[in-house]
């Protein structure tokens, strides 16, 4: 785990999903508790809707920040395989804004608890300083791995 | 990207009770569940909020987006494959402006997939 160049990996080698539904572009900090990603809103993007990436995209984007948290401890830490990974909840969720088509969204993910392949945390997602999106989220790992 | 007609098709629209139930048809072949995933098709969760959001605009009249949620729980997983269409009942649809919340049972009578409580507004 020492000296992994985090923004050096392929986000694809973390996720199960495929284009064109990967919603995060690289992972830019782990540690126990938290995760932080980055991602550049392409403009045909299939949540970018009249140039705004929607409520939807981002989202997805915070399950995905998860999912590539598990990604990378299961390739990394623990030395196992992709798992597919389903939202349990949503709550809380607060819009504030949508990203413009061709900008970068940061997205941090504080883990609340995490017990027998359940994860609940909480999520932001900020452009340029500005808070557009706020969530708490339930996510569960499936068992099998791909 | 709207979902209607190409990850689902509204097959039924009725009002029981004052209450709109849409009977959507899912569509195993949309590009989505190629990429969620390869093989094993499962309805993102995301995807599910986004027809409810496509759905109430039908109720509405105006496209709607989502600004908030109170509580989105999915229950179940939701597969093109094994069901292959899936009602949405609408409950406590209120506007207020702009904004118009929402509950939403998803559901095929047998078990519920998705239960949601947002907020949309007209975008």
């Known amino acids: 785990m020492e000296n992994i160049n985090l923004e050096s990996i392929d986000i694809h080698t973390l996720l199960p999903q495929q284009e064109p539904f990967v919603m995060v572009g690289?992972?830019?900090h782990y540690d126990d508790e938290n995760v932080e990603t980055t991602t550049t809103i392409a403009p045909d993007?299939?949540?970018?809707?009249n140039g705004e990436f929607s409520s939807a995209g981002m989202i997805e984007n915070i399950a995905q920040t998860c999912a590539a948290r598990i990604g990378f401890i299961n390739k990394y830490i623990l030395k196992k395989g992709v798992q597919i990974g389903v939202i349990g909840n949503v709550r809380k969720l607060k819009i504030n804004g949508h990203p413009k088509a061709g900008s970068t969204i940061t997205t941090h993910v504080q883990i609340i608890e995490e017990l027998m392949g359940v994860?609940?945390?909480?999520?932001?997602?900020?452009?340029?300083?500005?808070?557009?999106?706020?969530?708490?989220?339930?996510?569960?790992?499936?068992?099998?791995?791909? | 990207m709207i979902l209607q007609n190409q990850l689902y098709t509204i097959s039924d629209h009725k009002t029981e009770g004052g209450k709109d139930i849409f009977t959507v048809a899912l569509?195993?072949?949309c590009f989505i569940y190629k990429a969620h995933f390869?093989?094993?098709?499962?309805?993102p969760g995301v995807c599910i909020v986004q027809t409810c959001a496509e759905l109430l605009g039908e109720i509405t009249g105006k496209k709607m987006e989502i600004i908030a949620a109170k509580d989105i729980k999915f229950l179940n997983v939701l597969s093109p494959l094994t069901t292959a269409t899936v009602d949405f009942a609408f409950s406590a649809v209120a506007s207020d402006g702009d904004n118009t919340t929402a509950?939403?049972?998803?559901?095929d009578g047998n078990e519920v997939f998705a239960t949601v409580a947002f907020t949309c507004s007209a975008h």
């Open chain 2, 27 to 29: 569509n195993p072949e």
């Open chain 2, 103 to 107: 509950k939403i049972s998803v559901t």
């Open chain 1, 119 to 146: 994860t609940l945390a909480v999520a932001t997602v900020s452009c340029n300083g500005t808070l557009m999106a706020q969530s708490q989220i339930k996510l569960a790992v499936k068992e099998d791995e791909k």
């Open chain 1, 26 to 28: 690289r992972l830019t």
């Open chain 2, 38 to 43: 390869p093989g094993n098709p499962i309805t």
């Open chain 1, 45 to 49: 993007n299939i949540f970018v809707d």
